[in-house]
Each structure stands twice: as C-alpha cells, then as structure tokens.
Nanobody, 123 residues
C-alpha cells in the first residue's frame, strides 16, 4: 500500500519562504515522476513543479519559475518543494503526487498516487 504524506505547510507573509516535504512509503520501485500540485477552492487543480526520477529533469509552472525549487532525496524517499518570495496568489492546498511508470511528468492526468495535501496561506 503506497502512501504520500505532505508536511511543511503553514501561514507566511508575502515575500517569505516555506519548504514543503513529501514522504513516500510502500513503494517497491522508484516512481517515474514526482510532482507538486495546488488547488484553490472553486478552481481546478494545477501543476506547480515536477521532477523525473531517472533523468532529474524538472518542470515548473510559469507562475513559480525562479521562486520554487523541487528536489528529490532517494535515500529518504522524499520530494521537497522550496518556495521563496511567496505571493498571496500562491495560497492553496498543495498536493504531492507520483506518476508510477511511463507517463509524462508534466501531465497531471498521468499521476497515479496522491497525498492528502498541506495548506499554504500567504498574506
């Protein structure tokens, strides 16, 4: 039984930083891609950042380029999202997800496993 658990959310003032972490457990393989997504009530969930576990290639939404950094630690089975220079429009529930095999890292629909989310509020 695979599980993704997010942590690190909270409230911060504009211009501040937060680091989200996603702990993966139950996997007997390394997922092809790991990603971070976010959703605001009443709006569709959107991709924030993703990383290809094999190649290390990263993908970012235009709105977060230069401010967010995704990283993966294979020893700890974690994927982090460092968020700097946060803006009020970054306020959302942030979800970690895994694309198991063969899909595209930048395609939300290809992701198979999802965490419960962690709330980020920027004021």
């Amino acid at each position: 039984h695979v599980q993704l658990v997010e942590s690190g959310g909270g409230s911060v003032q504009a211009g501040g930083s937060l680091r989200l972490s996603c702990a993966a457990s139950g996997y007997t393989y390394v997922p092809n891609c790991m990603g971070w997504f976010r959703q605001v009530p009443g709006k569709e969930r959107e991709g924030v950042a993703s990383i290809h576990s094999g190649a290390g290639a990263t993908y970012y939404a235009d709105s977060v380029k230069g401010r967010f950094t995704i990283s993966q630690d294979f020893a700890k089975n974690t994927v982090d999202l460092q968020m700097n220079n946060l803006k009020p429009e970054d306020t959302a529930m942030y979800y970690c997800a895994a694309e198991d095999v063969g899909g595209r890292c930048d395609e939300q629909g290809d992701y198979d496993d999802w965490g419960q989310g962690t709330q980020v509020t920027v004021s």
